[in-house]
């Protein structure tokens, strides 16, 4: 829900109850902490503001993004003869149409970096800004290469907010606030990679926006998303985390330390992952708040009544009274 806000920002309330109810979120939710949306929602959501305000990155920087731009700057690195070259031509685009920043690219020994830098003169990029201009040159790079590229390290200049736990549904990598750089880390090798994509394949990727480069998939091998896809294969099941341990061929102090390590714990990715399943089935079919307790591992309503409150801050019959959606 802070990606929700962080775009309606600038909207007035009948706009936010409109764009949110097309959207599928019901109004009541937008002012709950740690209320959550789905990838759905957010996209949809995403499209129609882009559309209403003819710019692809909504409010964020101080000009527009006028629809199209991601169209062109695709078409601006598709001939470009690897990927070093192509994330160049990525800085060099967006100097030319915005003054809010810099985006620096370059190797440092074993490393690529991809660097943003505020402009002192500019008016400074949010939070918000930084995140989703690192979220589009990781999206972008990973597609042009034709393989998702993993992350080293991503490291923003802004103190650890309270929301940082998503980050790892953002970000295929660990994460580190509060240092002097807004910046992507990744083994150097992949800027030798040629780009594999051509003209043809840029019209699904542009009409899957910003889900193809906005959410990491859960197919990615950091350890919260194996053992995330896990428990949900096993649902209505709760496998302890030694039985997780086995299933994975690792010992549970390699599980744990792994976990630590990406920010995270066991109980966290267990609680995640019954959340974010409970929420898309409330907001997508019409079952029963009683069958999707019992589904997602709970013996009672009550329990995960009491359960969802804890996550979400609201009660799962808040989730079910969504608005119109978009067809």
């Given at each position: ?284 079919t019409t079952d029963a708040i009683a069958a999707i307790a019992y589904d997602i591992g709970f ?29």
């Amino acid at each position: 829900m802070s990606l929700v806000n962080g775009f309606l920002a600038g909207a007035d309330p009948a706009a936010m109850q409109r764009m949110a109810g097309r959207s599928g979120i019901a109004y009541g939710l937008l002012k709950t902490p740690g209320a959550r949306v789905t990838e759905e929602q957010f996209s949809t959501l995403y499209r129609l503001l882009a559309t209403e305000l003819d710019d692809e990155m909504p409010g964020i920087f101080r000009r527009p993004l006028r629809n199209g731009t991601l169209k062109y700057l695709c078409l601006s690195l598709l001939d470009a003869p690897r990927l070093e070259v192509a994330l160049h031509r990525f800085g060099q685009f967006f100097h030319l149409i915005l003054d809010d920043f810099r985006l620096e690219s370059r190797r440092a020994g074993a490393l690529g970096h991809v660097e943003l830098t505020a402009e002192p003169s500019g008016p400074g990029v949010s939070e918000l800004g930084r995140e989703l201009m690192l979220k589009l040159v990781h999206g972008v790079a990973s597609w042009l290469v034709g393989k998702r590229i993993p992350l080293a390290m991503v490291e923003f200049d802004f103190p650890r907010p309270p929301r940082a736990d998503d980050f790892l549904y953002l970000f295929p990598g660990p994460v580190q606030f509060g240092g002097g750089h807004t910046r992507l880390s990744f083994d150097a090798a992949y800027l030798d990679l040629p780009i594999r994509r051509r003209k043809a394949d840029l019209k699904i990727f542009l009409a899957r926006a910003p889900e193809d480069w906005i959410f990491v998939s859960f197919a990615e091998q950091m350890m919260c998303y194996r053992v995330r896809q896990y428990l949900a294969d096993c649902l209505p099941a709760t496998p302890t985390i030694e039985t997780v341990a086995q299933a994975l061929h690792c010992s549970v102090r390699t599980l744990y330390r792994r976990l630590t390590a990406e920010g995270t714990t066991f109980q966290a990715v267990k609680d995640e992952m019954r959340r974010d399943i409970a929420i898309q089935r409330l907001t997508r079919t019409t079952d029963a708040i009683a069958a999707i307790a019992y589904d997602i591992g709970f013996d009672s309503p009550t329990a995960f009544h009491r359960a969802f409150r804890h996550w979400t801050g609201s009660t799962p019959k808040a989730y079910r009274t969504m608005p119109e959606r978009l067809h």
